[in-house]
């Protein structure tokens, strides 16, 4: 066997003698070793041979894109044999040209090939084995094998070739493969070639292989591998091994990877030469895109990928792997038309692209249209017969069409595919307590038990527990607890989803849903239909073809069905306003959130359950404590839901926590602000200073902030504080109805926004409102929403959708006194019973709203005289004159609603020199970061004080004069180019 391995290294080192041996080939003695390292740059030069000739043929597949980019950058024997496996079996016509078999006969390419393929996996197995095994008889003989398969059938040549005069016939050449004849193989003119390294198959049409074979001075080189800096090539003349950084050769290998879809590896190359050259920076720009277009995808926004897709395509519309991959972002973003169109214009440029038909096929397929999918996958198979997953592809078609024939012959659905048993579901289901609601479950059990109008529909909004009164409902029904005329009686659970699915056609709709009244009607059961209003018209025109309410109310007009629905409270208004003849089949139960109380018995019942559940303890008190915290920062559901939902999330996260860093798998209460800080995307900072003990240093929190106005602080947190911990003798009134007063600019509207943060964590809690612009009577309707029947009736308006959304705030009315009388009026509703009716009949409540009003009434006499800051003396005659001028204005009714009338007194110097300080907080913290220190003397603060504030327009002023004279100043020093070097 060394023997014959010598012979087939002798005929090697004659034939391809400076592509496959390399310095380390020709210095070992052991003819295994030899053996090994030759057949390892066989694959090495097959396989950039071979990707030549894919990229040749103008079709991307992203599968051999991607190996051909891995063996690139790291050409490993297994990213070579995996590239060559991949690349061979799918196209067999490049397996043909690379190894060109001289007796051609029917299957014998297949024959050579699945050889090929087998020598491959044998020599990947033996690269993968220790080093010892190379002397073993069954690694001589997968090398004697792979050298001989290599000897008789690798007879490509290789070749420089040039332009030339003298050679009439063709280019002049010279072979790098020695002993290949070349002259009589050549089909290209002299003039048709440019001069460089070649690849000749048996056709005899030269192949570039440019920039993976070239020449430099005289001197052959062959890729061994890119890297970020540049290309590793090995000098076929027995050099050993260089690095080029040469702009050019970079920028070939650039173009390579940008048709192999290595963007970002592609950019690298353009932009390391710094061109100035515009065909350069235009490609650059290009690439640019595709990397754009990468960081949107993995921020899920396919479709501005395709928009930047879209814009490489422009400059390079050459490449079809921009088409791909264009079309890909497209499907994502769920727009398989413009996909379709994409592949079709690939199509219309290279037409034996059978990858596009592939593509085209496929996104047929994802919009369901089998035949379009099928005819694109033959036009595929007719291009490349032997793609291994088309025939995989047309079999799932082909089921695909046969179903659909199947069911296009079947029955309309049954009905069973819209009622579910809702009773034995609840069997099934462990039976929950239910706290809280004993008064509606037996207002259901009533209703239901009634002779005329049996229909119960419950009111609330989501999360506060309408789907668990019915279940509990339900539950006893099955236990026979209910009155005689209910016993027996089954609930079917409508599945709307299923019911709207698949109505493709008029009438289609309203025939199932005539089905599914027939037959509760026949059994003489209970129809549970959750969100009613998506079945009668309460999100469409009235009459619309998939209103159900007039199919419905002929059989609850004679009581032949019972139903319990369920809406919520704007649905309710929704359907009352466009269809208030349903409604009176109904008796409505309205269900208001649970007091904390009973939320906290809610929580104790269910602790276990979590539990057993994640295998974790839940101490006492930690979610108890964080009832109020839930219901201020998750505002999209309602209590009990929303709290249970953070116990569930919580405890998954603590055992997870425990299985990863073997904590302890204790809910603390850290964890449970870091979660409820991810529900609810408040941070968990401004979560964790969110506890009583803040209502405790209130007046130190809010003079923080608020600077000059210590009684002002003390009389709205003592208001405050009793309010928040539920010592105000009328709970059910906002907590605290407040009106400043005061000059203009002195901190009224800065208090109201600080307490809002340090109440509920964010100034966003303030809802501010300029009552400017409430000046006269029919503004009511911006603040309530206007009557039915008027323009804008559906409208969201200003107060009460504010306060629903958002029961936790502060609510500002600013310059109350310019407000309309009737306005004030209005406001009488809310400080006295802690709740508003709006335009269309929903309540809302303040009871967790701090109500703030401002006003300048009086204020006059705080300017009038006043020269500099000499005011203390006279204060306390100036708030008698302010208090006589409020009540002078404000009807009695109005002023004894209001908890306090706060005064807020001029600013003296001092306070203005500290709120000084407060304001170039935020520049001197920018400053320090940068190694700076801004440092103001005495009597800067005081010009500045003395600039920025006024008896007329308060402190207003301030930031204008300290941008001014600081911010303009410093920012003139920073364009200095001793700025790096100086301090201020």
């Known amino acids: ?21 390399n310095d380390d080939a020709l210095s070992q003695s052991d003819p295994n070793q030899k053996a090994f390292l030759v057949v390892s740059e066989y694959l090495h030069s097959i396989s950039l041979f071979s990707l030549v000739s894919f990229i040749e043929r103008n079709v991307y597949s992203k599968e051999i894109a991607d190996l051909a980019i891995s063996f690139l950058y790291e050409p490993s024997i297994v990213n070579l044999t995996n590239f060559q496996t991949q690349l061979f079996t799918r ?59 290599f000897g008789n059938n690798f007879n490509v040549s290789v070749a420089m070739l040039k332009p030339s005069n003298n050679v009439p016939e063709g280019p002049e050449f010279v072979s790098i493969s020695n002993g290949i004849p070349l002259h009589h193989k050549l089909k290209s003119l002299s003039h048709q070639i440019e001069e460089g390294m070649y690849f000749i198959p048996e056709s005899g049409q030269p192949l570039k292989l440019n920039p993976f074979l070239f020449s430099e001075n005289g001197e052959y080189f062959i890729l061994r591998m890119l890297t970020k800096e540049g290309a590793f090539c090995r000098s076929l003349n027995g050099k050993g091994f260089r690095l080029f950084l040469s702009p050019q050769l970079l920028l070939d290998y ?61 400059i390079k519309p050459e490449l079809p792997v921009l088409y791909h991959d264009l079309s890909s972002a497209y499907q994502k ?12 214009k690939l199509l219309e440029k290279f037409p034996i692209s059978d990858e596009g038909y592939i593509a085209l096929g496929d996104i047929y397929a994802s919009k369901g249209d089998w035949a379009r999918a099928n005819r694109a996958y033959e036009k595929s198979l007719s291009i490349n017969p032997f793609h291994p997953s088309i025939a995989k592809r047309k079999s799932l078609i082909k089921d695909k ?33 239910l706290f809280g609601r004993e008064e509606e479950l037996k207002n259901i059990i009533e209703i239901l038990s009634c002779k005329d109008k049996k229909n119960a529909l419950i009111v609330g909004e989501a999360g506060i527990g309408k789907t668990l009164l019915i279940e509990e409902f339900i539950s006893r029904v099955n236990s026979e607890e209910v009155p005689s005329q209910l016993k027996g009686k089954k609930c079917w659970l409508l599945n709307a989803g299923n019911l709207i699915a698949g109505a493709r056609f008029r009438g289609q709709f309203e025939e199932r849903v005539l089905e599914v009244i027939k037959k509760v009607k026949e059994k003489g059961d209970i129809l549970v239909v959750e969100n009613i209003h998506q079945l009668v018209g309460a999100s469409g025109s009235k009459g619309g073809s998939l209103d159900s309410s007039s199919l419905i109310k002929p059989y609850l007009s004679k009581g032949e069905v019972t139903i319990i629905g369920t809406t919520d409270s704007e649905s309710f208004s929704t359907i009352k306003d466009k269809d208030p003849s349903f409604l009176k089949f109904f008796n409505p139960i309205m269900l208001e959130e649970l007091p904390f109380e009973i939320i906290q018995q809610i929580i104790i019942d269910r602790k276990t359950q979590y539990e057993n559940f994640h295998n974790v303890t839940i101490p006492p008190g930690v979610f108890e404590n964080v009832i109020e915290l839930v219901k201020m920062s998750i505002s999209d559901r309602g209590l009990p839901e929303s709290i249970l939902d953070l116990i569930d999330r919580s405890c998954a996260a603590a055992f997870i926590s425990f299985s990863l860093n073997n904590s302890p798998p204790v809910v603390t209460r850290e964890l449970v602000l870091q979660t409820l800080s991810e529900m609810s995307g408040i941070s968990y900072e401004r979560l964790s200073r969110l506890t009583p003990q803040r209502l405790l240093n209130l007046e130190a929190l809010l003079a923080e902030s608020v600077i000059g106005q210590e009684e002002a602080i003390s009389k709205v947190s003592r208001v405050v504080r009793a309010c928040k911990l539920g010592f105000d003798i009328y709970p059910y009134r906002p907590d605290g109805v407040l009106l400043f007063v005061g000059p203009t600019g002195v901190g009224k509207t800065e208090l109201a926004k600080t307490l809002a943060k340090v109440l509920f964590g964010d100034e966003e809690k303030l809802i501010r409102i300029d009552m400017s612009e409430y000046m006269e009577r029919i503004s009511t309707s911006r603040l309530i929403g206007t009557s039915p029947g008027y323009v804008g009736y559906y409208d969201p308006n200003q107060l009460t959708d504010k306060i ?111 709120i000084v300080d407060l304001e170039l907080e935020d520049l001197r913290k920018r400053l320090k970061a940068e190694g700076k220190e801004l440092i103001l ?40 180019p001793q700025w790096e070097e100086k301090e201020i």
């Open 1 to 21: 066997m060394k023997f014959s391995l010598d012979t087939l290294l002798k005929n090697a080192q004659e034939k391809h003698s400076r592509i496959v041996f």
């Open 91 to 149: 196209y067999r016509i490049l397996f043909g040209q690379v190894f060109p078999f001289k007796f051609q006969a029917k299957d014998l390419l297949s024959l050579y090939l699945k050889k090929y393929l087998q020598i491959l996996e044998e020599f990947k197995n033996l690269a993968n084995a220790e080093r010892e095994t190379l002397n073993t008889p069954e690694a001589e003989k997968i090398l004697f094998e792979a050298l001989t398969f």
């Open 254 to 314: 650039g173009e390579i990877l940008f048709k192999l879809g290595a963007y970002e590896q592609a950019l690298v190359f353009y932009r390391s030469q710094g061109s100035s050259n515009r065909e350069i920076l235009v490609v650059a720009s290009a690439l640019a895109h595709c990397v754009n277009s990468l960081d949107l995808l993995r921020q899920g926004e396919p479709l501005l990928a395709a928009a930047e897709l879209e814009l490489a395509l422009a």
């Open 333 to 344: 973003g769920n727009n398989l038309q413009q996909a379709a169109s994409v592949i079709n």
């Open 401 to 433: 069409l046969e179903a659909k024939t199947q069911d296009s012959q079947k029955a309309e659905s049954s009905i069973e595919d819209f009622l579910e048993n809702f009773s034995d579901k609840i069997k099934e289901k462990q039976r929950e307590t």
């Open 804 to 914: 629903r959304k958002n029961p936790y705030s502060v609510m500002l009315f600013d310059e109350i006194e310019k407000a309309d009388p009737q306005v004030l009026n209005l406001f009488l509703q809310i400080f006295d019973a802690g709740r508003l009716t709006d335009g269309r009949g929903r309540t809302v409540r303040f009871n967790h709203t701090t109500v703030i009003m401002t006003s300048n009434l009086g204020t006059d006499i705080f300017v009038k005289g006043k020269v500099g800051y000499k005011f203390s003396d006279t204060f306390e005659d100036d708030k008698s004159h302010v208090l006589r001028e409020v009540r002078k204005y404000f009807t009695p009714e109005f002023l004894n609603r209001i908890d306090e009338i706060v005064v807020f007194k001029p600013l003296s110097e001092d306070d203005v020199k500290k």
């Open 937 to 976: 003397t005495e009597k800067a603060k005081s010009y500045l004080a003395k600039e920025g504030y006024s008896y007329e327009y308060g402190a207003r002023n301030l930031s204008r004069v300290l941008r001014r004279e600081v911010g303009e100043i410093i920012a003139e020093k920073a364009l200095e």
